[in-house]
């Protein structure tokens, strides 16, 4: 191998080597921090309102009626679902007008319903339960002039 050969390899090495022990340092400096508290909390459902109307206050036996209820939301500042509208049992209170209650309470049928109604907050809605109350065919004479009160719970959950 001739010298000038030999110097090119030990040249090249040299420089493999100063750039193999040479290099860039970086440091990073770190700190951490912990918050003592955030603070948070539930806020309150708020009792709905409720009012209703049958939409007729006379039947006659097979005949049946909706129940219109108004479903206030106003205090409430978060949406809500309205999951079921159920009749509550009639009570020997419930009914008037007869001298054979429990007959006559036996011949009314009460049905509810479980479709979804959205309420917006702050507001209200009007909801018709079609059929809600059914004066059975059965029902004689002794149920003319009856009158009664039905009574329901509305299920509902915030929907946010």
Do not use: H
Not at 24 to 34: E, G
Not at 56 to 63: A, E, H, I, K, Y
């Amino acid at each position: 191998m001739n010298r000038s050969k030999l110097r090119g390899i030990v040249a090249g090495l040299s420089i493999a080597i100063v750039v193999g022990v040479t290099g860039i340092a970086l440091a990073a400096f770190t700190q951490q921090a912990t918050v003592e508290k955030v603070m948070g909390g539930t806020d309150t459902f708020k009792q709905l309102t409720l009012t209703g109307v049958a939409g007729d206050t006379t039947l006659f036996p097979n005949q049946k009626t909706s129940v219109t209820l108004t479903i206030d939301n106003k205090a409430n500042d978060v949406a809500i679902a309205v999951t079921e509208i159920s009749p509550m049992l009639l009570a020997d209170e419930d009914i008037t007008g007869v001298t054979d209650v429990a007959y006559c309470k036996s011949m009314l049928k009460l049905t509810g319903t479980k479709t979804i109604y959205p309420v917006d907050p702050n507001a209200s809605l009007k909801v018709v339960v079609a059929n809600a109350i059914e004066l059975s065919t059965d029902a004689d004479n002794r149920c003319q002039g009856m009158k009664f009160g039905t009574k329901w719970t509305v299920t509902a959950k915030t929907a946010a």
